[in-house]
């Protein structure tokens, strides 16, 4: 089917999913989005958690290293790390295995998004966890160990579920973050939401036909996010209240 010019088509025409519409591809690159979003943000919260527990007992070396690790991520830019860990950081292990007699290897760009926004993730999930933890009433925790709880039980018990409520709220700002952060890989060429509606744009020259869908849908998983984590504070935050009554 040959599509007639884009300036005449409507917009429900162009964000449709006929042969002249480009909504199949505003989709796949919003599930590209959300796919990149989850995974750095679990794997961010993997980080976090280990993070935070090392920073707060760890031994002075581990500290001194998330701290650095911490200090760099948060100074530098989203923007300036993604190119460093996408262009610089596989080009040095390039030279490096071409210097040891191996082949060069690529990166597949889905996989290294997701490590890359991870690592970003991770620098802030530490602070917001260990945050968390230091929140968690004392009284309590010496309670517990008075009671004879082993280290493993008191975290079960006592650490977690107080430390949960605390951290629900930046954990949910964080995940807001990760989702639009994703809309940084353009840069490097992935095909997600906004490079696909640049594509979309680009093409037909109706940007802002394509860029407020984009909005539309950044907007959606925002309100749907923030209704999510809402009611996972309010549930974390219940027995809290009975206690207090």
Known sequence: MTCPPPAELSSLTLLGFGDCGWGATLLWGFGNSLLIALGAYFLGFCIGVAGAFGKLYGGPVTKDLLAVYTTIVR?????????????????????????????????????TGVIVLAVV????????????????????????RAMGMSPVLLARRITLPLMTANAIPGLGNLWLNATKDTALLAVIGFTELTKATFQASATTKAFFTFYGAAMALYL???????????RLEKTARRGQREQRG
């Open 220 to 230: 959606l998983i925002s309100l749907i996010s923030i209704l999510l984590f809402g």
């Open 75 to 111: 100074a530098v830019p989203e923007l300036v790390l993604i190119l460093i860990l996408y262009y610089a950081v596989p080009a040095l292990l390039n030279q490096v295995l071409i210097g040891m007699g191996y082949e060069r290897i690529n990166l597949p760009q889905f996989i």
């Open 121 to 144: 993730q991770g620098a802030y999930q530490i602070e917001v966890l260990r945050g968390s933890i230091l929140a968690v009433p004392q009284g309590q925790i010496e309670a517990a």
